[in-house]
């Protein structure tokens, strides 16, 4: 049984800071990762993805993989009240399906 | 470019009822996987329908069962209603043939049971 965990938070962060959300999964052979953002009440929008260990950046964000460790993180840059949301690490499980974590709430407070 | 599309947005539905939610999924995407969220936790997979078959299943009940039609989109049926079964029901499209498997969520259903 695939599992991915979060801390669920709250994280709290002041407006300008660097956020850094963390996730760690069970199954080594796992290949792809992905960073969801869910505003309350909202479906989960992708934000980004990884497959390769080390960092990849767009924008604002950055995904880090280490495969070794079984660790992903996303790193928020610049934090605005604005990305305060529930953030969903998932794994893809071969291709059939992903395997979420039950999320972090991120609060950057102004 | 229309995106993942879910209706009804809300229902509401009594024990031992029977409820059909649609989806249809981003254009160009053939492959449509259905997920329910409870309250604070992470999306759970339920079903993916891949060419009108049922191609992977989740932990989930015989009570949950759906259908992918010629045009791609999906229904899923939900037989005899649980209070437990109320959640956000997330449909999710991806495209075929892909190195990463991306997938891309609709607005979601949000079902409440009473």
């Known amino acids: 049984q695939k599992e991915v965990e979060q801390n669920s938070g709250p994280l709290s962060v002041p407006e300008g800071a660097i956020a850094s959300l963390n996730c760690t999964y069970s199954?080594?052979?796992?290949?792809?990762f992905f960073w969801y953002r869910q505003y309350s009440g909202k479906s989960p929008e992708l934000i980004m993805f990884?497959?390769?260990?080390g960092d990849k950046e767009d924008g604002r964000f950055t995904a880090q993989l280490n495969k070794a460790s079984q660790y992903v993180s996303l790193l928020i840059r610049d934090s605005q009240p604005s990305d305060s949301a529930t953030y969903l690490c998932?794994?893809?499980?071969?291709?059939?399906?992903?395997?979420f974590g039950p999320g972090t709430r991120l609060s950057v407070l102004p | 470019d229309a995106g993942v599309t879910q209706s009804p947005t809300h229902l509401i539905k009594t024990r031992g009822q029977q409820v059909t939610l649609r989806c249809s999924p981003k254009?160009?995407?053939?492959?449509v996987s259905w997920y329910q969220q409870a309250l604070g936790q992470g999306p759970q997979f339920i079903f993916q329908?891949?060419?009108?078959?049922?191609?992977q299943r989740g932990n989930f009940p015989d009570r949950f069962s759906g259908h992918q039609f010629p045009n791609y989109s999906s229904e899923l049926n939900v037989n005899a209603l649980l209070l437990g079964d109320s959640a956000l029901y997330l449909c999710?499209?991806?495209?075929?043939?892909?190195?990463?498997?991306?997938?891309?969520f609709g607005p979601g259903t949000r079902l409440t049971v009473t």
């Open positions: 999710a499209s991806s495209p075929a043939g892909r190195t990463v498997y991306e997938q891309y």
């Open positions: 199954d080594r052979g796992s290949q792809s």
């Open positions: 990884i497959y390769s260990n």
């Open positions: 998932a794994l893809d499980n071969y291709g059939q399906n992903f395997v």
């Open positions: 254009s160009g995407h053939d492959t």
């Open positions: 329908y891949y060419e009108e078959e049922e191609r």
